[in-house]
């Protein structure tokens, strides 16, 4: 034991590489989203995230936008604290029966119109929890779903342009300002 801590200590952690920034695709893909947002709302987009059950590694990437590097903001996204201020609901994770009747209530208190996106896998169809006897399966199972953004977890360039795609394509129906 001894050894393995010393051992630990000499050659620093085992994380992976960060991965190499492309200024130039995330400069473009933050002139679209913005564009995007404010033809379709004439404002930023209000975002709520709503944990229906996941293992957090999701919300790792969805606190990701937040940093430094992608900073969701300068794309006009927010996040907001409640449900009834949000125009997306950004659900992760399977739906389990505990979150059954949070998840209906946030949708519920979300104005309309309102879309919901489920993020990873899990979302989807309920992932390796799938079948479990706590588990309802995928978002769709409970509330409707706009749209899924694939991965385990979907990368914070990958959520953006999930909700770029949401903008561009359902947002049609939305009065433009």
Known sequence: MRRTLLQSIVRGPLTEAAPEPDEAALAELARSVDHAARTRLGRSLAIRQVDAGSCNGCELEIHALNNAFYDIERFGFRFVASPRHADVLLVTGPVTKN?????NRAYNAAPDPKWVVAVGGCARDGGLFAGSYACLGGVSQVIPVDLHIP???PSPTQLLKGLLALLQHAGANLPSS
Not at 99 to 103: F, G, K, P, Q, S
């Open 151 to 153: 991965g385990c977890p």
């Open 99 to 103: 979150m059954r009747e949070a998840l």
